[in-house]
Every structure is written in C-alpha cells, then in structure tokens.
C-alpha cells in the first residue's frame, strides 16, 4: 500500500500538528474537569483552561482536516499537488499562529491586564466565546485557508479532473471560509452580534463541516471496502443535500432567547428536528457498504469509519435534538445536557471523521502494506467507552440541574457542589480513561509503519 503522488506526504505534517493538538486538548479538559470540583487546583483560572480546551479542539480539527484534504485533492485529480512549496509554507504560517494564539491565552491567564487594545482591538484576546482569537491571528487565519483554498483549486484546474468527491469537498471548505468572515465583524447590538455569531459557531459544525465529513466518508468507504464510486457519490449528495437544507434552517435554534422574532421558535423547532435525519442516512449507507464487503485488511479504518457514522448520529443528531425544541430548551437552555450534546457530537462526527483519516491514510503515505492493528482497536474502545461514560454522566448532571435549579428554584452552586458533586467526579475518572486512549493514540501515530511486525502479527491482523 504506497500513495499514488509524492506530494501527498504533506499530510502528514497536518497530522502530526493535529495530533499534538489534540494531546494538549484533552489535557487541558481533564485539567478544566478537576478545575470544576477545585477551581484554585491550576495556575490558570476555569475560563482560560476552557478557552484553551475548546479552541484546541476546534483547530485541531480544522488542522487534521485540511492534511485529509491536501491527500484526497491529489488523488482525486490524479496529480501532483499545484505547489508543496506554498503548502509547507501554509503549514508552517499556520503553526506560529496557532501557537502564538495559545501563548496569548496563557500570558492573559497570569497577567489579565497583558491583553490591552491596541489599534482598536483586544491584543490577546477578543473574549467572544469559542472565538476569542484576537484580531491579528483573524487575518492570519484567513491568509492561512486562502493559500490553502488556492493550492487546491489550482491543483484540480491542473487536469481539469472533477469528481463528486473533491467538488463537494472543496464546496464545504469554501462555505467553511466564508462563514469564518462574520465572525470578524463586531456588532454593538448584542442581539445582531449574537445573530451573527451563530453563522460561524453553528453554520461550521453543522453545515460547512459536515459537508466536508461527507465528502471524506464517501472517500474513506471506497479505500476500505473498494465499493463503486458512483454509489458511494450518488448517497453522498442526498446525505450532503438533507445537511444543507436542515442545517441551514436549523440554525433558528439558537435565536430561541436572544431577542429575535417569535417565528424563529416554528423555524428552528422544525427544522432541527429534522437534523438527525441525513445522520441516519449516512449511517445506514456506512453499514449497506460494509456489510457488501467481505474481506477489509484495514480493519481500524472500518471501525473509525464506520463509528463515526453511528457517533454522528446519536451525538450530534438524537443528544441534539431531545434538547432543542423550543418547549424542551425553554428549561434545558444553558444546562449540562448541552454539554453531554457538544461532546458526544463533536467526538461523533469530527473527532473519529479525523482520526478515521488519519488510519486509512497514514499506512499508505509511509508505506506499509500491514500495520499493528492492536494498539488503534484499544485506542478506539478506551476513548469510546470513556466518552460514553462522560456524556451519560453529564445528561444526568444537567437532568438534575434542571430540576433543581428551573422547577425547584435552588441555587447555581448549591446544586452544583452538593448534588452534582458525583457526577463532576465521574466526569474526571472517565477523562481519565479517555486520556489513556488518546495516548494510545499518539504512540501508535509516531509508531505505525515504523515498527517490524512479525508474522504472527500479520496472520492475526488479517484473521
């Protein structure tokens, strides 16, 4: 198993940034977890930990997405990559800005008077939520994803090659750009500043990377199970087509309580119950492709792939929506089971989309034909299980908030530190347990393809 095109190797510098990421992402998240039993257990407060923890999160993601992306281009066009140069160069711009994002963050934890206005804006930290990246780090970013964008349309426009799958891969990393563009306009009006911030909060996860996830699911069921293209592309764009026309509306429920219009209750209550449903199907069209294929060597690419499919659906689509009609969020709004929702999502449709990636495609860029398939299946079931622990540990903790703090009327911290205390410190012990996967994880990334394997090995991997 080798790859088609030399260039294709420059994912693998994305995923190694994105693996290092996601390392220090669930660090800082245990970290954050203890931190909300003992909040002076760190040196830094809860709000930069949390800070730390959810924007790593989300470049990490965006990292690991774009080193799938620069694999599949390339082979969907069937060239080489329009100039690895300026993709080095775009990897490395992107690093130096993440980092000296982070190291902003941290120096406004020990010194909060460090993030002053220069120019009109915050130096370090722009302080709106899961977007605090400062302004100067804004334009960096876009420069960062124009040169990615470029690379990749010039790349296609070289043969003129397009194919389901790069067309609409390259369709949602376009809408992904564009909808980082009202992010960097501030409103005084907190209601059309809220307004807006939801086009990038929302219209990412649920529209614009979504799109991306079924691109790349299309692309990941062909190299595992070598099903046709023409069916993996035709359910690819029914799947894609329900995301849009769900996703987009379904935005409305997050303008429940803002302070716009009532039809955005009917909009947003409709609409996002209809969100789970192109989830189902790429559920059901992952499970009709496998069970057609007898034999798959890559058996942890089929386990990412194919979970990531089911973890999409149940977190993203079922943990969604018990939570979002408008009569349900009217108490739900704001509590823990928003949390076990944003977890269980992300893990589902973002996290094991990347590292499914990552398995189906590292073999081939280091070029091993056999890998030692043990380590991926324990770093798969420890971070499963463990995050499902941590979800129905957070859905009971924000059950109880609800009770207690919107029916009974008792205190925040009350309910908090005594009736919740268990649940924080469950919470801790399964963060714990998805820690110890994703160090798995890390080590099987540095030795996939680099360690001998026997061949006892062999035999039992493809058993």
Same mark, same amino acid.
């Given at each position: 198993?080798?790859?088609?095109?030399?260039?294709?190797?420059?994912?693998?510098?994305?995923?190694?940034?994105?693996?290092?990421?996601?390392?220090?992402?669930?660090?800082?998240?245990?970290?954050?977890?203890?931190?909300?039993?003992r909040?002076?257990?760190?040196?830094?407060?809860?709000?930069?930990?949390k800070?730390?923890h959810?924007?790593?999160?989300?470049?990490?993601?965006?990292?690991?997405?774009?080193?799938?992306?620069?694999?599949?281009?390339?082979e969907?066009?069937?060239?080489?990559?329009?100039?690895?140069?300026?993709?080095?160069?775009?990897?490395?711009?992107?690093?130096?800005?993440?980092?000296?994002?982070?190291?902003? *963050? !941290?120096?406004q #934890? =020990?010194d909060?008077?460090?993030?002053? +206005?220069?120019? /009109?804006?915050?130096?370090?930290?722009? %302080?709106?939520?899961?977007?605090?990246?400062?302004?100067?780090?804004?334009?960096?970013?876009?420069?960062?994803?124009?040169?990615?964008?470029?690379?990749?349309?010039m790349?296609?426009?070289?043969?003129?090659?397009?194919?389901?799958?790069?067309?609409?891969?390259?369709?949602?990393?376009?809408?992904?750009?564009?909808?980082?563009?009202?992010?960097?306009?501030y409103?005084?009006s907190?209601?059309?500043?809220?307004f807006?911030?939801?086009?990038v909060?929302?219209?990412?996860?649920?529209?614009?990377?979504?799109?991306?996830?079924?691109?790349?699911?299309?692309?990941?069921?062909?190299k595992v199970t070598?099903?046709?293209?023409?069916?993996?592309?035709?359910?690819? *764009? !029914?799947?894609? #087509? =329900?995301?849009?026309?769900?996703?987009? +509306?379904?935005? /409305?429920?997050?303008?429940?309580?803002? %302070?716009?219009?009532s039809?955005?209750?009917?909009?947003?209550?409709?609409?996002?119950?209809?969100?789970?449903?192109p989830?189902?199907?790429?559920?059901?069209?992952?499970?009709?492709?496998?069970?057609?294929?007898?034999?798959?060597?890559?058996?942890?690419?089929l386990y990412?792939?194919?979970?990531?499919a089911?973890?999409?659906?149940?977190?993203?689509?079922?943990w969604?929506?018990?939570?979002?009609?408008?009569?349900?969020?009217?108490?739900?709004?704001?509590?823990?089971?928003?949390?076990?929702?944003?977890?269980?999502?992300?893990?589902?449709?973002?996290?094991?989309?990347?590292?499914?990636?990552?398995?189906?495609?590292?073999?081939?860029?280091?070029g091993?034909?056999?890998?030692?398939?043990?380590?991926?299946?324990?770093?798969?079931?420890?971070?499963?299980?463990?995050?499902?622990f941590?979800?129905?540990?957070?859905?009971?903790?924000?059950?109880?908030q609800?009770?207690?703090?919107?029916?009974?009327?008792?205190?925040y911290?009350?309910?908090?530190?005594?009736?919740?205390?268990?649940?924080?410190?469950?919470?801790?012990?399964?963060?714990?347990?998805?820690?110890?996967?994703?160090?798995?994880?890390?080590?099987?990334?540095?030795?996939?393809?680099?360690?001998?394997?026997t061949?006892?090995?062999?035999?039992?991997?493809?058993?």
């Amino acid at each position: 198993m080798s790859i088609k095109y030399e260039s294709q190797k420059i994912a693998q510098y994305f995923y190694t940034f994105a693996v290092v990421l996601f390392l220090v992402q669930v660090l800082v998240g245990l970290i954050a977890a203890v931190q909300f039993m003992r909040p002076d257990i760190f040196i830094l407060n809860f709000n930069i930990v949390k800070t730390l923890h959810i924007n790593a999160l989300v470049v990490w993601l965006l990292v690991g997405m774009m080193g799938a992306t620069y694999y599949v281009i390339p082979e969907e066009s069937e060239t080489e990559l329009w100039s690895l140069p300026l993709a080095k160069m775009q990897f490395w711009a992107t690093v130096i800005a993440i980092t000296a994002v982070v190291l902003g *963050y !941290i120096w406004q #934890g =020990l010194d909060p008077q460090a993030n002053k +206005l220069i120019a /009109g804006t915050l130096a370090l930290n722009e %302080g709106r939520k899961y977007i605090e990246a400062p302004r100067w780090a804004d334009f960096l970013i876009v420069v960062s994803v124009l040169l990615f964008l470029l690379n990749c349309f010039m790349t296609v426009m070289k043969t003129r090659k397009w194919t389901g799958i790069q067309g609409t891969l390259l369709t949602g990393l376009t809408f992904l750009a564009v909808m980082y563009l009202p992010g960097m306009v501030y409103f005084k009006s907190m209601v059309r500043d809220q307004f807006f911030w939801w086009w990038v909060v929302h219209l990412w996860v649920e529209g614009a990377w979504e799109i991306i996830a079924g691109a790349l699911l299309a692309f990941m069921l062909m190299k595992v199970t070598d099903v046709k293209r023409e069916v993996v592309e035709k359910w690819m *764009y !029914i799947e894609v #087509g =329900l995301v849009m026309f769900t996703g987009i +509306l379904g935005t /409305g429920h997050h303008y429940y309580w803002i %302070g716009t219009p009532s039809y955005w209750l009917w909009i947003g209550g409709v609409f996002s119950s209809l969100e789970p449903v192109p989830l189902l199907v790429m559920v059901w069209d992952a499970f009709r492709t496998t069970r057609e294929t007898r034999v798959v060597d890559n058996k942890p690419g089929l386990y990412y792939t194919v979970s990531h499919a089911i973890f999409n659906f149940v977190g993203a689509g079922l943990w969604g929506v018990i939570h979002t009609l408008p009569q349900v969020n009217k108490w739900t709004h704001g509590t823990q089971i928003t949390t076990a929702h944003g977890h269980l999502a992300f893990y589902g449709a973002y996290v094991l989309l990347v590292l499914s990636m990552i398995y189906v495609t590292l073999p081939a860029i280091r070029g091993v034909k056999s890998f030692n398939h043990s380590r991926a299946l324990q770093s798969f079931w420890w971070m499963t299980i463990s995050m499902v622990f941590i979800v129905l540990v957070t859905t009971g903790a924000g059950m109880v908030q609800v009770y207690m703090e919107r029916l009974m009327g008792l205190d925040y911290v009350a309910v908090k530190t005594t009736y919740n205390l268990w649940f924080w410190i469950l919470r801790a012990i399964f963060g714990v347990g998805f820690l110890i996967g994703v160090a798995i994880f890390v080590i099987d990334f540095f030795k996939l393809g680099r360690e001998p394997l026997t061949v006892a090995k062999v035999a039992t991997e493809r058993a």
